[in-house]
């Protein structure tokens, strides 16, 4: 990339190489006097190379956004801002100071500090007014859980930690930016880097999705995403991947609107230079676009056009935009089009579709991104102020989220604005409106000031890509993905950077105090930050090996559904405590890497009790951690103090204590690291007896849980568990209902729980139970051989499977109806069966299996007639098939039992009707 060169950081060699006044022409210039200039020039020129790595190089790794895009991001804006500061002290040229943003960057700091201070109780209830509701134990009972007090308004202060590293590496991108850009060759040189991204970007994209081999660059298999199903480029998301090419949209346009002046305006040569130039971007608008829509993603789809037409109309309106410029932009829209209806325009066009749908239900499907909004504007309603803690939507979004199904998670809030609101609250909006104000009274300020067509469209070119990000933003947050938030930043630093070019001080230069003492303050702050956030890039890694091992083998759960199986039980829970083994193991690296992962330490803590259940299971005490903790509270009157309690676990448990006291000592350092996980206290409320606490403080602690998870299915089974074991049945039927609504996995454990114990009767009438779940205990049943049990759940099961056949059409339906059809028939209830695979065939008449398998069933039951009908359109698509022709006769021969006397064969066609009546009289005879 092209460098741009000052003439007060980067001289010229002749400039360099004079000798100052008074010294005569022959005279040797020192090299320690010309050192101090060059190391200077270096620096400049390395900080340009640093800078530009961090905002054009992060989108490679996944759009900087996990842990270890994060981190060289950072570390890339501070060794540019380290470079610069030494250049600097160096020639002690001229500054142009700060932009007019940098109080954003420091508003912010000061609220993500405020939320990390730990403030008296008294001054955090007002602060943070429900934080007394939810953490009810952390205030009365500290000392008795061992937790502590929570005495910050951050529920996660180490993702507001790195957050707020974050927020200062844009700060430095803003302001290192904007002192890079003196003269109108340096703002153009940056959009035209800018512009060459963008088209890197759509170019790796497109290669990636047509040629990739299922990886991110061909080298990184993400656990969880997947590179072929739509255009992503290095993102992990298409819709950021979208959003990048949209702020790039405008720098692109401005390059192709310079070639078209330079065509209309240059000598044969440069015309000649101009035209490559001018095809090469036609192209490149062609690619971009190409890309942006096989993104197939709504959002990206209009910030793309928003971005575009916006600029387009900003080049109109200052006379930028020709003939020229507008046919080839078109020409690039059309061949962009073209080639996506012959790849799958019919995707796009359904995605597109739904935008102008009638009802909220076809455009956000599943109502995924109302239900995220709606629990984060009942977090902000709870917090208002401050709110939960910038960077902590993942942790503590949960706490007023309605789960359907075992959903997946999601890390940001599917809107910029509704995450800022509730993890910043009212301050942390109102710094962003602010901000937002002051960049379009910028745009204003410029389209009113600036008289050069030139700096006007780069300012509509800037505009357009910050309205694009305003827009996506809206419903969806990419506002935390280094990949796309370094772009914005940088164009809004060339926006104030152009406004101000004509402001700049020769006078003002940089103090040498001021850098030293700025350069030891970055370094510092460097070094910190790669101490602290090291662990996290290699515990990036480590984690994605977890997911996958619980992506790949999910069979957590095996102990508790061996009990309904013919493999041996001992075989069983040998494989599940393997796998619970290797869990372990890649967890236990994870918090070994990252001590901060709190979910993670919480997570691990579960397993550690699992593994423990699954070791007693082979010990001489087979007895699991409940019934070990009732028995330890049973013999509390016994125990004269607490070592003789540890001398009794000692004697039951073995050496298989040391996994309750890993899981003790997890499950409160994940709750030290943020006391919104709700399962941490369930593992508590299961060990806690070994220091001596009883029933009391183990409802405190469900009650807790409840607090902060009140919509969780795990704890809502825990606690219907814990309602049963102290005689409140309803109570418990009460939780258990309620935790079957929100998950699979959580709707078996409650049958499994109540299996033998109630009929299935009152399982079915009494708790909802979705397809998934009644055909698996469908099959636990059979293979039970309870066949009473089989034949009621297996009725309500071909039930649910006709209601959501009905619900389809077209070969779903007919799937549904198969399904159906084969419940009905292990049931012995062939009318019904019939019934369904006849509805199968209706939705999928095409089918030929189904054609076939209707008419053996029709001739097992002797309707010999209809089976005849099956046989003949099966047979005409195959006749060489000589089972269904012997199938067919066989249904022929019949046919004279199912007449009445009165009933006669037709003539075959074309039969004369002498030999008609005659066939007609020998019938009668």
């Not at 109780?121 to 009365?140: E, K, Y």
């Not at 709606?374 to 503590?396: D, K, N, T």
């Not at 938030?485 to 101000?500: E, W």
């Not at 099961?797 to 198969?818: F, P, Q």
Request: with cysteine; charged share 20%.
């Amino acid at each position: 990339m092209d460098r741009p060169k000052h003439e007060a950081d980067c001289p010229s060699r002749k400039q360099h190489n004079r000798a100052p006044a008074g010294t005569p022409a022959n005279a040797p210039q020192c090299e320690a006097e010309r050192f101090p200039l060059r190391f200077a020039r270096n620096c400049s020129c390395a900080a340009d190379y640093a800078l530009c790595a961090a905002v054009f190089l992060m989108p490679l790794v996944l759009g900087g956004r996990y842990a270890t895009g994060h981190f060289l991001f950072v570390i890339a804006v501070a060794l540019a801002a380290l470079l610069w500061l030494a250049g600097q002290i160096g020639q002690r040229g001229p500054i142009r100071g700060l932009s007019g943003l940098e109080w954003v960057i420091a508003a912010a700091t000061v609220l993500a500090v405020v939320q990390l201070i730990p403030w008296p109780r008294d001054f955090l209830d007002r602060l943070s007014p429900g934080m007394a509701a939810r953490l009810p134990l952390w205030n009365r009972h500290a000392t008795a859980t061992g937790l502590g007090n929570w005495q910050s308004a951050s529920f996660v202060p180490s993702a507001t930690c790195t957050s707020l590293s974050t927020l200062w590496a844009y700060g430095g991108v803003l302001f290192l930016v904007y002192n890079r850009v003196r003269v109108q060759r340096d703002w153009e040189i940056w959009l035209q880097r800018i512009a060459v991204a963008t088209v890197g970007l759509a170019v790796l994209g497109i290669a990636q999705f047509a040629v990739g081999n299922g990886k991110f660059l061909w080298v990184y298999s993400h656990p969880a995403r997947d590179v072929s199903e739509a255009v992503k480029g290095p993102y992990d998301n298409e819709n950021h991947f979208a959003q990048a090419l949209a702020i790039g949209a405008g720098p692109l346009l401005f390059s192709l609107g310079r070639w078209n002046r330079v065509v209309a305006s240059g000598s044969t040569a440069a015309r000649q230079a101009a035209w490559k130039r001018g095809l090469a971007s036609a192209v490149s608008i062609t690619v971009v676009l190409t890309a942006g829509l096989l993104t197939f993603s709504r959002g990206g789809t209009i910030a793309l056009g928003v971005a575009v037409v916006s600029c387009l109309c900003g080049f109109a309106a200052v006379g930028f935009l020709n003939r020229s410029h507008a046919l080839a932009c078109v020409a690039a829209a059309c061949v962009a089009c073209t080639m996506l209806a012959s790849y799958d325009g019919p995707r796009l066009a359904a995605q597109l579709q739904t935008l102008v749908g009638s009802t909220w239900d076809e455009m956000d499907h599943g109502q995924v991104r109302r239900r995220i909004w709606h629990a984060c504007l009942s977090g902000s309603r709870e917090f208002p102020i401050l709110g939960v803690g910038v960077g902590g939507h993942l942790l503590a979004y949960e706490t007023w989220f309605e789960p359907r199904r075992d959903e997946c998670q999601y890390d940001h809030a599917e809107s910029g604005y509704v995450q800022i609101l509730f993890e910043a609250g009212l301050a942390g909006i109102g710094i962003l409106l602010l901000c937002l104000a002051q960049v379009a009274k910028k745009v204003w300020d410029a389209w009113r000031a600036l008289r050069t067509s030139d700096e006007r469209a780069a300012v509509a070119a800037i505009a357009s890509g910050l309205l694009a990000s305003c827009v996506q933003s809206c419903a969806d947050f990419v506002w935390y993905i280094p990949g796309c938030m370094a772009l914005t930043v940088a164009l809004a630093s060339l926006l104030f950077a152009i406004v101000g070019q004509q402001r700049v001080p020769t006078d003002r230069h940089f103090s040498r105090r001021i850098g030293y003492a700025a350069f030891v303050a970055v370094l510092l702050a460097a070094v910190q930050f790669a101490e602290s956030h090291w662990g996290s890039v290699r515990a990036t890694l480590a984690a994605d090996r977890f997911l996958a091992c619980c992506v790949a083998d999910d069979r957590l759960e095996a102990p508790d559904e061996a009990a309904g199986s013919e493999a041996p039980r001992a075989t069983l829970d040998r494989s599940a405590r393997q796998i619970t083994a290797e869990r372990i193991a890649l967890a236990e690296n994870v918090v070994r890497c990252d001590p901060t992962d709190a979910r993670m330490h919480v997570r691990l803590s579960r397993l550690y009790l699992l593994h423990f259940d699954l070791c007693q299971q082979t010990s001489p005490v087979s007895l699991g951690v409940t019934q070990i903790r009732e028995a330890a509270l049973a013999s509390r009157a016994d125990f004269h103090s607490l070592a003789e309690q540890d001398e009794w676990l000692d004697r039951v448990v073995g050496e298989n204590r040391l996994w309750l006291e890993k899981a003790l000592w997890h499950a409160r350092q994940g709750l030290r690291l943020c006391p919104l996980l709700g399962e941490g206290y369930l593992t508590l409320a299961e060990v806690v007896f070994m220091e001596g606490h009883g029933e009391t403080m183990r409802q405190r602690l469900v009650s807790q849980a409840l607090a902060v998870r009140p919509r969780d299915g795990s704890v809502l089974y825990f606690a219907g568990s814990e309602a049963a074991l102290r005689g409140d049945i309803d109570g418990a039927l009460g939780y258990w209902r309620e935790a079957g609504s929100t998950s699979v996995s959580v709707q078996r454990r409650v049958l499994l729980q109540l299996d033998r114990q109630v009929p299935v009767e009152f399982l079915l009438g009494n708790f909802p139970l979705d397809i998934e779940t009644l055909g698996w205990y469908y099959t636990r049943l059979r293979g039970e051989q309870r066949e009473a049990d089989q034949r009621i759940v297996g009725t309500r099961y071909a039930e649910e499977l006709s209601a959501r056949a009905a619900t389809e059409r077209g070969s779903s339906a007919a799937h549904w109806w198969r399904e159906a059809e084969a419940i009905h028939r292990e049931l012995h209830q062939t009318p019904e069966a019939i019934a369904a695979l006849r509805r199968a065939v209706q939705c999928a008449p095409e089918r030929f299996d189904d054609h076939r398998l209707l008419g053996y069933r029709l001739m097992e039951e002797g309707e010999w007639e209809a089976a005849r009908i099956e046989f003949e359109w099966c047979v005409r698509r195959r006749p060489g098939d000589d089972a269904l022709r012997q199938a067919l006769a066989a249904c022929r021969r019949h046919r004279p039992a199912q007449r009445g006397p009165e009933e006669h064969d037709p003539a075959p066609r074309g039969t004369p009707p002498a030999l008609s009546a005659r066939r007609s009289g020998a019938s009668k005879l």
